[in-house]
């Protein structure tokens, strides 16, 4: 401590104090921010290291419940032939082949299997034990209001069509088994790339009479193409599958004469005699 005097000797107003120079004051600063920097490491840190308690606690509990093994009942339910829908208790939960796991273990339920074509399979299931699995296999009856119609061709690999279209939504291929309705019209196309397309005639199949078995030979053929300029619609005589078809159209045809007839918008109808030989042809009205 000392007595700061101005140039005449006299006591300073105020008392004194010590003043640093510019480095320490430099360094000064460079201290505390490092201090600072430190400290912010540290809380980093700590976060960060209570993020990772917090994240392996269900690590842990994962593993736990793996090791602790399912924890349904399951009943696996099989139907011949496949593809039933299945009700338990009225409602549906899917087609068989099918794995149930929701009843409670021990648990009983009404199931019923139900496939077109066949009587319907009902019985009153009991779920297994709990982590355990119970395969059911139901064979169906076929429904006496049902016939198997077996479809060949030569050759081989026909696309089947009934009344004019795909006989189901995954398209059917001879030889094949059809179930169809008794006592209803059956009528059934038989195509196939360059071949002629075999018509069958419609019949009803009748209750009781077991399978049926249609056979048929698909011709080698070439594709008339058939236009006219006033449009209209047209057949060829003799022809089951090319009548009163919506010009323009193709017509899959073996070698020979044929007779087309038109009738256009104006209700005219007009008639083209066609020699066919075995190159595809078109043919103006």
Known sequence: ???QRDAGDTPAAQPGRITHSAAIRRRQRVRAAGIGALVALAIGLGIGARRLRHK????????????????????????KPPGATVLVDGISVGETPLSLTTLAPGATATITFKLEGYVDAVATMRAPPIGATER?????????????????SNPAGAEILTSGKPSGVDRTYTPADLLVRADQPLALTLTMPNHVPFVVAPFVPGHGGGAIELASILAPGTTLHVEAKQGGEASILGVPHC???????????????YKIELVDRNHTKVTHTLVFGHSDAIEHF
């Open 56 to 79: 392996a606690v269900p690590v842990v509990v994962a593993a736990v419940q793996a090791d602790a093994g399912p924890q349904v009942a399951t009943l696996a339910l099989e139907s």
């Open 136 to 152: 059911v296999t139901r064979e169906l009856a076929r429904s006496p209001d049902y016939v198997t119609v077996h479809v060949i």
């Open 1 to 3: 401590v000392y007595v």
């Open 243 to 257: 009548q009163h078809v919506a010009v323009p159209f193709d017509c899959v045809l073996g070698p020979g004469t």
